[in-house]
T-cell receptor, first 117, second 117 residues
């Protein structure tokens, strides 16, 4: 399998449930990202991991908890979500320039369509 | 702050027509990157092009062409002889180089393009 994969593709959960989204990249990249795409807002960056270290948390509520066990896998753990958290959650990966200059291109997965009831 | 504006929310044309998608950006950085992504109904963002701020040459790739004008802070995208398969949401994005070693993108609102047969 190539590129960036995400599972599940669709998820419906209640506000008291706990679930996890999974992202896996097969591109040999070292940076991974979570984005949220809702109907009324542009794509919002949530988290960035670079070499397994979290380098960005874009003021995301604590009910979203990311985990990056290695450079190929990224999880988003969800608990006590609200209906307004219903959205498409996109994962991306990139290969940062070793000099630190952000010249890389992000490649996206197909997303998980989350519905919170 | 970085900002990307795609003023056209929706565009609808008949197949074989040419169509231009506008993108205007704001940044105080002298070095930055601009991107276009395509999001078909499947949800995945497909990378189309990356352009750095020092390269103002227009680029053509098949039916796609891009016009980068630093003087007007615009990076417009033209599809010639449009096809039904071009129907998608198109996003323009600007790099925010504040994170060392990983790319942070600021996206526009997107333009929904519908090509009618």
């Amino acid at each position: 399998e190539t590129g960036v994969t995400q599972t599940p593709r669709h998820l419906v959960m209640g506000m008291t449930n706990k679930k996890s989204l999974k992202c896996e990249q097969h591109l040999g990249h070292n940076a991974m990202y979570w984005y949220k795409q809702s109907a009324k807002k542009p794509l919002e960056l949530m988290f960035v991991y670079n070499f397994k270290e979290q380098t960005e948390n874009n003021s995301v509520p604590s009910r979203f908890s990311p985990e990056c066990p290695n450079s190929s896998h990224l999880f988003l753990h969800l608990h006590t979500l609200q209906p307004e958290d219903s959205a498409l959650y996109l994962c991306a990966s990139s290969q940062p320039d070793l000099s630190g200059s952000p010249t890389d291109t992000q490649y996206f997965g197909p997303g998980t369509r989350l519905t919170v009831l | 702050a970085q900002k990307v504006t795609q003023a056209q929310t929706e565009i609808s044309v008949v197949e074989k027509e040419d169509v231009t998608l506008d993108c205007v950006y704001e940044t105080r950085d002298t070095t930055y990157y601009l991107f276009w992504y395509k999001q078909p109904p499947s949800g995945e963002l497909v990378f189309l092009i990356r352009r750095n701020s020092f390269d103002e040459q227009n680029e053509i790739s098949g039916r796609y062409s891009w016009n980068f004008q630093k003087s007007t802070s615009s990076f417009n995208f033209t599809i010639t002889a449009s096809q039904v398969v071009d129907s998608a949401v198109y996003f323009c994005a600007l790099s925010d180089p504040k994170i060392q070693g990983a790319q942070k993108l600021v996206f526009g609102q997107g333009t929904r393009l519908t090509i009618n047969p």
